[in-house]
């Protein structure tokens, strides 16, 4: 729903721009186990050097700087501008679906936990807990204050928002039944090919993925992943000319694109 406000979408996509930036810092330093409060200030992991604030600028310094260092040249990952325009993409997605309202503020804060999830998992093969724990609980707040719709309880009875204590239980309900799927199919893989197929961080981010998705957006999410990944791995094993080996694909962050490509191309406003 458009408000008819372009300064607003232009503020969402700025503050999805300063929320990137915060952003790349949490990918990079939390599966490092940095602290992502000090230092404070960004600093050159290459050299080591503080970020001078007119260097740190969203997308912009990137552009300026070339994708390198001021201090030692070193090369800067385009991951960083990414990560800020994609941010910023989806609050301005968020603001453009749901007006100024909770339901965007619940769309922009689930986009910013599968943005981070996604690059630290393709990057460290890491899902922190900070974003697959503290997402899902951010998600159950939500999901008490701002229920999401019923889903398939609809085809029953007619209702358009879940009263707030079923908000909650759907959220939860929603995350902990694909885990214990997820954790049962990595359990069954271990015991039969003895090692292991799954990391417990994408059995955690079930309940991300619940929290906000519900149960059928969370196993909407995981087909798509599943039909994603199986497309990666088949070219894989084309370009790489052997049996490539599934488990080395990031599943974590095949679920967040996944997540944000339902949640923002999909059909909006019944699941999320
Ligand atoms: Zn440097």
């Not at 990079?28 to 960004?42: E, G, I, N, Q």
Request: net charge neutral.
């Amino acid at each position: 729903m458009l408000d008819g406000l372009p300064l607003l979408a232009a503020f969402a996509g700025l503050i999805g721009l300063l929320i990137g930036s915060f952003l790349n810092v949490c990918i990079y330093r939390l599966p490092r186990d940095l602290s992502t409060a000090y230092p404070r200030r960004s600093f050159c992991p290459h050299c080591g050097k503080t970020v001078a604030w007119y260097d740190n600028i969203p997308v912009l310094s990137w552009l300026l700087l070339r994708g390198r260092c001021r201090a030692c040249g070193a090369g800067i990952s385009i991951r960083y501008a990414l990560v800020e325009l994609l941010t910023a993409a989806t609050f301005v997605s968020a603001y453009w679906q749901h007006g100024a309202s909770g339901e965007a503020l619940r769309l922009a804060l689930f986009s910013a936990v599968l943005i981070v999830l996604l690059f630290t998992d393709m990057e460290t093969y890491i899902l922190p807990d900070e974003f697959t724990l503290g997402g899902a609980a951010a998600g159950w707040v939500m999901a008490t204050l701002w229920p999401p719709p019923p889903g398939l309880i609809t085809l029953f009875l007619p209702m358009d928002r879940l009263p707030a204590g079923e908000g909650l239980a759907a959220s939860v309900l929603g995350g902990l039944i694909p885990a214990g799927m997820i954790w049962s199919i990595g359990a069954a893989y271990e015991r039969l090919r003895g090692r292991e197929g799954l990391g417990f961080g994408d059995v955690k981010m079930m309940l991300t993925l619940g929290a906000f998705a519900g149960l059928e957006g969370t196993l909407l999410t995981v087909a798509v992943a599943s039909v994603l990944g199986s497309l990666v791995g088949m070219v894989r094993v084309v370009t790489r000319g052997r049996t490539a080996m599934l488990d080395e694909l990031p599943l974590g962050s095949f679920l967040a694109f996944a997540g944000l490509l339902l949640a923002h191309l999909g059909h909006s406003g019944r699941l999320y």
